[in-house]
């Protein structure tokens, strides 16, 4: 479902006449060999694209203008091979609505000690003609990424492929739709939110609907098409006995089959890349939906309980930047702690919907009663998680600012089997330990809902912040919670001056 190489970024270099025609080609013939190269690269998700060689401010202008309005161009990789009098770059700048990095590299990657001469000199300056641009794009307080190194040093590659990786799942928020089938589990805080600034500041748009427009489409699904997706489940799941054809429990699981069709097509009717839903509004559905939302997350849907809008979209933002990478990513929420000996841990879950591309082992499908919501019993995907890094993000909503969150975390295996627990989970030891990274999270305002995450690293998180203009928390091994306190105290007042800024 999602695929990016749909999606390029230009790579553009800049220079000047200054050096005569014969430099400019070296330069382009340079750039081009780059652009191919990262092009070629194994790391890189989407297409890189070498552009003309930019010169003058018409050309640097025109360029942003084209980018602004390609479609599959999700941002721009911006390279001073030789000097470009950044004077030149700022009606350009001033009109990027693209996301921008700055790779400050070379195109040799060591110096010729017995040949070099003042040609090589002036052809490849970067080490200051990158400085001049760094300069005035600071002093536009632009962000962007600057990305140091040899441009055939993996790790450039890396740097490269993270923030494409945010670039292209900040070019699928904007104009994205997420369809919302009920409000807010009433009198929650952390879930609401202002959906007017979401739209104007993260580009997409929140729609309620009635559980009854769900319904209609619910209703019309075939026994044929449930037939089918009955054999998915065959084929991707063990089946609790009951569940199986012939059990006690059959219907159920065709229940639930009924109503991940009629979501799946609800969302596809609408275009939508996600939803939420209530346990506190399914008038005229049988089961709260618990298959449904996770094997659409699977799919690539975000999705957030509770009417949880903001997650949701961020669980959407992290299917998109981990799009080919088999971790998993999902909806998750704290749930419980284990203040053991061996180690404090935090135990996730939800009331049913956990993504299984986290699962280390074949999902079983179960089915058991709900203590809320007041419905049938709703058939799910019971697992333990994967193990191993992960990260763990929230974002709130502080009024002024939305405020990304992120805990970086270990997962690991559960100290027992769980067997009467019938939800999937996950187990994971905050960095730099439950004591501190919970306290930082708590005094950072972070929600319980979180989008959770083996394919992604604070790096994606960082830069897909950074490209949103959210403000950026992460805790980690080095957090103390001090420190934490003072950063939260200066962001505070950094964004009530930054607006003057
Ligand atoms: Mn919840």
Known sequence: MLDLKQYEVWFITGSQHLYGPETLEQVAKHSQIIAAGFDQSSAI???VVFKPVLKTPDEIYNLVLEANAAKNCIGLVAWMHTFSPAKMWIAGLRSLQKPLAHLHTQFNSEIPWSQIDMDFMNLNQAAHG??????IVSRMRLERKVIVGHWQDSEVHDRIAAWTRAAAAWHDAQGARFARFGDNMREVAVTEGDKVNAQMRLGYSVSGYGVGDLVRFVNEVSDADINSTLQEYAEHYDLAAGLQAGGEQHQSLREAARIELG?????EHGNFKGFTTTFEDLHGLVQLPGLGPQRLMDRGYGFA??????TAALVRAMKVMSAGLTGGTSFMEDYTYHFGSNGMKVLGAHMLEICPSIAATKPRLEVHPLDIGGKTDPVRLV???KTGPAVNASIVEMGNRLRLINSVVDAVE????????????ALWLPQPDLKTAAAAWIYAGGAHHTGFSF????EHLADFAEIAGMEYL?????????????????????YHLAKGL
Do not use: C, H, M
């Open 414 to 425: 559960t100290d027992e089997p769980l067997p009467n627990l019938p939800v999937a989970r």
């Open 305 to 310: 309980g509770e009417g949880d809008w903001k």
């Open 474 to 494: 992460q805790i980690d091994r080095t957090t103390n919670v001090s420190q934490f306190k003072q950063e939260l105290r200066w962001n505070d007042l950094y």
């Open 263 to 267: 979501l799946r097509y609800f969302l």
């Open 455 to 458: 394919d992604l690293t604070s």
């Open 130 to 135: 990158d400085r001049e641009f760094g300069f």
């Open 45 to 47: 998700p989407v297409r």
């Open 383 to 385: 697992f333990d998680a």
